[in-house]
């Protein structure tokens, strides 16, 4: 296979510009770890399974598809509550293991519904309308309108996050129970309120992010469940868990690295690479790009 430097400049472009999917699930990943200190690895799973939802009811009632992008974030939000309340709710607050190891079982159990539900076959999902059509030409390279619109829309989500987090009650309240937890219910701050409401943020941010690799791509899948919670959890651990800045960068950096490999080695061997450079940061950064020294005794 012989390819130039155009191509591996279009590979890139085309990568970074998928790779907010993954900054927006990343970022989920570390609103959730920051506030609890735990991995919700149903997250993934709840945000494909909003877009799921929205794709149904827009289909059984006949309704236009673009409402399909405003009913799944919020469906995707609340799975996330239902996670909340099953997987971390009513397990003590001490026992790390037993609630990771409950989103788990949440998330083959979200995955198992959908399969069922949709005999596992992969459905047509609605395009990002005029963006689908769009193609932007800039000298020899082009730049589809879709990835583009989900980019910018993937950066506004990400600013809206962030004033959320720094300049509002309860983003105050939610980096105080990050802080200090004891200290925070002291002051009389609904821990578990806090805990859901940061669930329901991360769920609608996850939700837009299903519907929109769904709809960069045309087709929904069962599929999409666990490259997405792989993806995304690289994303929060190469950035630096609990580091917003980092989840947004790395999930760039992740999507021009696998696009990168998809052309120079092909589809069986990209996720080889990803793998490979969430070794490298391990092993060389293992507290990622911004995230706390890690004491390795």
Do not use: W
Not at 42 to 56: K, R
Not at 247 to 267: K, T
Request: proline share 3%; with cysteine.
């Amino acid at each position: 296979m012989s390819f130039g430097l155009i191509d591996i400049l279009q590979s890139l472009i085309d990568g970074i510009l998928f790779g907010s999917i993954y900054a927006l699930i990343g970022l989920g990943f570390t609103l959730i770890f920051g506030a609890m200190e735990k991995l919700n690895m149903a997250y993934a799973a709840s945000s494909i399974g909003g877009a799921y939802v929205g794709l149904g009811l827009a289909t059984l009632f006949s309704l236009p598809l673009f409402l399909v992008f405003l009913i799944g974030p919020i469906a995707a939000g609340l799975i996330s509550i239902l996670v909340y309340l099953v997987s971390f709710r009513l397990i003590p607050s001490t026992n790390h293991l037993g609630s990771l190891m409950a989103s788990i079982g949440a998330l083959f159990f979200i995955d198992e519904v959908i399969i069922h539900e949709t005999q596992g076959s992969p459905l047509t999902f609605p395009e990002l309308g005029i963006f689908a059509e769009a193609y932007f030409m800039l000298g020899d390279l082009g730049f589809r309108g879709d990835l583009i619109f989900i980019m910018i829309f993937g950066l506004i989500s990400m600013g809206v996050i962030i004033y959320l987090l720094y300049y509002t009650r309860l983003g105050l309240a939610t980096r105080a129970v990050s802080q200090q937890n004891v200290a925070a219910r002291l002051c009389g701050i609904p821990i578990h309120t806090i805990n859901i409401s940061t669930f329901v943020l991360a769920g609608i941010l996850g939700g837009f992010a299903g519907c929109m690799a769904a709809a960069s791509v045309g087709v929904i899948s069962p599929l999409l469940t666990i490259p997405i919670t792989i993806k995304g959890l690289i994303a929060a651990v190469i950035g630096g868990l609990g580091s917003i800045r980092g989840a947004i960068i790395a999930g760039l950096m992740i999507g021009g690295v696998e696009n990168f490999f998809l052309l120079v080695r092909g589809v069986n061997e990209r996720d080889i690479y990803v793998f490979l450079l969430l070794f490298v940061f391990l092993v060389l950064r293992p507290n990622g790009l911004f995230g706390n020294e890690i004491n390795r005794d």
